[in-house]
């Protein structure tokens, strides 16, 4: 499977951005779908996952409450949509998935297969 992530940009500290990670080659509906983000000089970190067949959805303590994380089968296309920005949420954000992954393993990025190739993030204050 492929995937490119899109939506991306500048947006003040409390403003919204959705993004997008769109698949080609395979259906979405099989895979788990994470979003992982990695800040300059930090580690990559969990965001949010939605378990294949929409079975579940997870969200990092940071962004719980402020992120949802979404379906659209018809379009093979997952999204993120991120509220209430902060300056903290300043990142490349990837989408990555797995069709085998196991719950347990839902926020490790080195479990995931396949990978988009990120999209800037920047919240400014």
């Known amino acids: 499977v492929q995937l490119q992530a899109s939506g991306g940009g500048l947006q003040e500290a409390g403003g919204s951005l959705r993004l997008s990670c769109a698949a080609s080659?395979?259906?979405?509906?099989?895979?788990?779908i994470a979003w992982f983000r990695q800040a300059p000089g930090r580690e990559r970190e969990f965001v949010a996952a939605t378990r294949k067949r929409g079975a579940s959805t997870h969200y990092a303590d940071s962004v719980k409450g402020r992120f949802t994380i979404s379906r659209d089968n018809a379009k093979n296309t997952v999204y993120l949509q991120m509220n209430s920005l902060k300056p903290e949420d300043t990142a490349v954000y990837y989408c990555?998935?797995?069709?085998?992954?196991?719950?347990?393993?839902?926020?490790?990025?080195?479990?995931?297969?396949?990978w988009g190739q990120g999209t800037l993030v920047t919240v400014s204050s």
């Open positions: 080659g395979r259906t979405l509906a099989t895979y788990t």
């Open positions: 990555a998935a797995d069709s085998t992954i196991i719950l347990s393993d839902t926020r490790d990025h080195q479990r995931y297969d396949y």
